[in-house]
């Protein structure tokens, strides 16, 4: 089975500090994502990365940057959280290969800034 | 601006009934449409998904309907159970499935 795992389930942070979201992968994925979930706007991708050291901007990079130095590990970073970030931080892995394109998300990190 | 846009955002239907979910989508490079679903404190899950070369695609309860020349599709749960009560997302990509672009969601529950 495919696992992503994030570091943090629920997550409270101060206006202006700086964030690391982590999110790892087991199953040799290419590709990870990091999208935010909000009530009505549904997912919005952040980021993405197809290789160890690339990325690329999703719809909404603003405010944020990522790192993957390792395949399996890809992380987000908030460096000066604001109000407007708190939400629900969903990782996704998928196979560049596979012809499902399927994208497996990990169970989302609910951040909260105060 | 949503590229694709979801309706309803919420939907209540008895069980064994049909459950119908609509998106429609702007952008004509997409060739790739997926549906997920996500129960509450997991993330989603890959439910089902078509390309446009095909109208319809059917897996057990749950059918994807496409319409290219009104740039929409729907899915539709026959015989919806309780079980199925989650939020559903409809999704669209052009680039072989890596950068998705998902609509707003609909929160659907089956009474019982």
Redesign the interface.
């Known amino acids: 089975d495919v696992k992503?795992t994030q570091s943090s389930r629920y997550l409270v942070k101060r206006t202006g500090e700086k964030v690391f979201l982590e999110c790892v992968q087991d199953m040799d994925h290419e590709?990870m994502f990091w999208?935010r979930q909000d009530?009505?706007?549904?997912?919005?991708?952040i980021y993405?990365s197809?290789d160890v050291k690339m990325k690329?901007k999703?719809?909404i990079p603003e405010g944020y940057s990522v790192s993957r130095e390792k395949k399996e590990r890809f992380s987000l970073i908030l460096e000066s959280a604001s109000t407007n970030q708190t939400s629900m931080y969903?990782c996704?892995s998928?196979s560049l290969f596979a012809s499902?394109?399927?994208?497996?998300?990990?169970?989302?990190t609910r951040l909260t800034v105060t | 601006q949503?590229q694709?846009k979801?309706s309803p955002?919420s939907l209540i239907v008895q069980k064994g009934g049909i459950s119908i979910i609509n998106c429609a989508y702007e952008n004509t490079a997409f060739d790739?449409f997926?549906w997920y679903q996500q129960f509450p404190?997991?993330?989603?899950?890959?439910l089902i998904?078509i390309r446009p070369d095909v109208s319809e695609k059917k897996e057990g309860r749950f059918t994807i309907s496409f319409n290219k020349s009104a740039k929409q599709f729907s899915l539709h749960i026959m015989d919806s159970q309780p079980g199925d009560s989650a939020t559903y997302?409809c999704?669209a990509?052009w680039n072989?499935?890596?950068?998705?672009?998902?609509?707003?969601?609909t929160r659907l529950m089956v009474k019982p």
């Open positions: 992503v590709n999208y009530p009505g706007l549904g997912l919005r991708l993405f197809y690329e999703g719809d969903l996704a998928s499902t394109y399927e994208q497996y998300f990990g169970p989302g | 949503q694709v979801q955002q790739y997926p404190g997991k993330g989603p899950a890959l998904a997302f999704a990509s072989a499935g890596n950068m998705l672009t998902f609509g707003g969601g």
